[in-house]
Structures are given as C-alpha cells and as structure tokens.
C-alpha cells in the first residue's frame, strides 16, 4: 500500500500575489528592463541581474504585505510574461480572423503594460517582416534535386520515386 507523505514533507504552498505586488514588481522591472533582459551571461552581468532581482524582492517585501524570496519574483515575471504572450497571442490570432463568432477577450491592463514593456523582443512579437511558418523553394533546386536522384521530395522525410 502506497504511504502518504506527512504534512511537513509537503511543499508549502506561498500566499497569492496581490495587485499592488504587482505593481509594483511590473514598475521595478520596467525600471531595469535592459539589465535583466541582457544576452549577456557572464559573471558580472549574471551578478547583477541576481542583484537587481534581490533589489526588487526586498523592495516588494517592505509593502509588508508577504515575505517573497528572489527566486519567487523572479518566477513570477516569468509566469506574467508567458500569460501576456499568449493573451497577446490570442488577441493577434483574432485580428486575422475574418469576424463572426464572439468577440474577443479585451486584454487586461496588466497585459498591456507588459506587452508595451516587451514589445521589442522578437520571443514575444515575433519576428518583422517575415511569415515564420512560409518555408521559400527555389524551383530551381528542387528541378536539380529530382534530375540528380529521380526521387521527388514530397515531405521533409518522404520521397517518392
């Protein structure tokens, strides 16, 4: 029989955000958006970002409001960024839409501030100018690719003689 864990084995879970955190942490990202969204990764840059991040946490501590680590602010950007990509994502899926049906979900300010602070990172608007799933063959290649094998590639993996 399978033995149940005690409750002090158990992983407390953490008290809800509330929205002046929030605020608070979109605010003090914002603020140092170009650090922590650095490419680079060595030792002084990664040192400070750890250092921003534990500057943001102790900041969002002294609300008083609950005791959040570095690593619980840092996930929960993470968390907000990936909810208004795909909010955002949805929102852009409805404009191709040709109408009919419900209207869409209004994005929320929360989404908006977050989608104005990142609208210049390609992972979040895509890429500009180009169709990411247009694959362009040149006619050429392909007429040379079946004189040389006799196969015609239907599929990436198919061919066919």
Same mark, same amino acid.
């Given at each position: 029989m399978a033995e149940f864990p005690d409750d002090a084995d158990k992983k407390k879970r953490s008290s809800n955000w509330d929205s002046a955190e929030m605020t608070m942490l979109q605010q003090l990202v914002n603020d140092n958006i170009? *650090?922590? #969204? &650095?490419?680079l990764t060595n030792s002084i840059t990664n040192s400070k970002k750890?250092? +921003?991040?534990?500057? +943001?946490s102790s900041k969002i501590n002294a609300l008083g409001l609950h005791s959040r680590s570095d690593?619980? *602010?840092?996930?929960?950007?993470?968390? @907000?960024q990936t909810k208004a990509k795909k909010e955002y994502a949805e929102s852009m899926k409805y404009r191709a839409q040709t109408g009919g049906?419900?209207?869409p979900k209004a994005l929320t300010s929360e989404t908006e501030n977050? *989608?104005? =602070? =990142?609208?210049?990172?390609? &992972?979040f608007v895509g890429l500009k100018g180009s169709e990411s &799933? =247009? *694959?362009t063959v040149n006619l050429e290649e392909k007429?040379?690719?079946v004189a040389n094998?006799?196969? =015609? #590639? +239907?599929?990436?993996?198919?061919? @066919?003689?």
């Amino acid at each position: 029989m399978a033995e149940f864990p005690d409750d002090a084995d158990k992983k407390k879970r953490s008290s809800n955000w509330d929205s002046a955190e929030m605020t608070m942490l979109q605010q003090l990202v914002n603020d140092n958006i170009t *650090v922590i #969204r &650095s490419k680079l990764t060595n030792s002084i840059t990664n040192s400070k970002k750890n250092g +921003i991040w534990k500057d +943001i946490s102790s900041k969002i501590n002294a609300l008083g409001l609950h005791s959040r680590s570095d690593k619980e *602010v840092k996930t929960k950007w993470q968390n @907000l960024q990936t909810k208004a990509k795909k909010e955002y994502a949805e929102s852009m899926k409805y404009r191709a839409q040709t109408g009919g049906g419900p209207a869409p979900k209004a994005l929320t300010s929360e989404t908006e501030n977050i *989608v104005e =602070m =990142m609208k210049d990172c390609s &992972s979040f608007v895509g890429l500009k100018g180009s169709e990411s &799933s =247009m *694959v362009t063959v040149n006619l050429e290649e392909k007429l040379q690719f079946v004189a040389n094998t006799g196969y =015609m #590639r +239907i599929k990436e993996n198919i061919l @066919l003689p």
